[in-house]
């Protein structure tokens, strides 16, 4: 394990030397940060907008007052609880 750790370590890239190459490789990685973030969020409000628009133009439901003449009849037992005792030692 420690071998894949130490080759895992091993293959990082190294920060620069110079002052300015450090801010702007810094600055580098907020804006693509920032870039996923927005593509992110508009990817979910487009999900959000389909699933809004699939719902207005689906047909309405049929209410389940209509559906009132469609009765099943059948039979059916109540079943108890069956008593357990306690026994005191």
């Known amino acids: 394990m420690q071998v894949f750790l130490h080759r895992l370590y091993r293959m990082r890239p190294c920060k620069p030397r110079n002052p300015l190459l450090r801010i702007a490789c810094g600055l580098i990685g907020v804006a693509l940060l920032a870039v996923l973030v927005v593509f992110g969020l508009f990817?979910?409000?487009?999900?959000?907008?389909?699933?809004a628009v699939r719902r207005m133009l689906r047909p309405a439901a049929t209410p389940a007052a209509a559906t009132q003449d469609r009765i099943?009849?059948?039979?059916?037992?109540?079943?108890?609880?069956?008593?357990?005792?306690?026994q005191q030692h």
């Open 43 to 51: 990817v979910g409000l487009g999900m959000l907008m389909f699933a």
């Open 72 to 86: 099943i009849e059948g039979e059916y037992a109540v079943v108890g609880r069956p008593r357990v005792s306690v």
